[in-house]
């Protein structure tokens, strides 16, 4: 299987206008890969050698229009990062998050919405979360003005229970419903 992995720093310094040029990329096992001019390279995959990411503080922002990230966590540390067409299945004893969106960078107004479908997360940009439907507002929980209400403000509580953990949050802080 090839997974295009690449450290979130690097793609989110081109994501936010930075330039892309090259940036440190590990292969599944950990060594070097090679960078391309967006950021990507193909890596083949190691099975369960995955390495942690150096800044799993950055959200996972694919530099390419139609990828969706998709977020690995195993014993509750994000372990790898991939931007996709199609996320491929998490490795044994990994939890998957496929995120079209990573909390404050929806376009046009509109708000990322997480829910849990299968026992993997699916996140997308909407005008509005639908709590019928058992979506929340997934929220970026590094940044000061993180697009949620100030009634219902950027938290990490409660976001284990989606299988991620910080930099990713849900406004007022809510578990799966």
Excluded at 2 to 31: E, H, K, P, W, Y
Excluded at 59 to 66: A, I, K, N, T, Y
Excluded at 115 to 128: G, L, T
Aim: charged share 10%; hydrophobic share 35%; with cysteine.
């Amino acid at each position: 299987m090839i997974r295009r992995t690449f450290l979130v720093a690097a793609a989110a310094a081109a994501a936010c206008g930075g330039t892309s040029g090259s940036g440190v990329l590990l292969d599944d096992a950990g060594a070097d890969a090679t960078v391309d001019g967006a950021g990507l390279a193909d890596a083949p995959s190691a099975g369960d050698a995955q390495p942690p990411l150096t800044d799993a503080g950055t959200p996972c922002v694919c530099p390419v229009q139609g990828e969706t990230c998709c977020v690995y966590v195993s014993s509750g540390s994000i372990v790898q990062q991939t931007c996709a067409a199609t996320c491929p299945g998490p490795d044994a004893g990994q939890k998957l998050s496929a995120l079209q969106c990573s909390g404050s960078d929806c376009a046009d107004a509109g708000v990322c919405c997480i829910w849990r479908s299968n026992n993997q997360n699916y996140s997308v940009c909407k005008a509005a979360c639908n709590s019928a439907n058992n979506e929340v507002q997934l929220c970026n929980g590094s940044l000061a003005d993180s697009g949620c209400a100030p009634t219902q403000p950027c938290s990490s509580t409660n976001i284990t229970d989606w299988d991620l953990t910080l930099p990713y949050a849900t406004c007022g802080g809510h578990g799966v419903p």
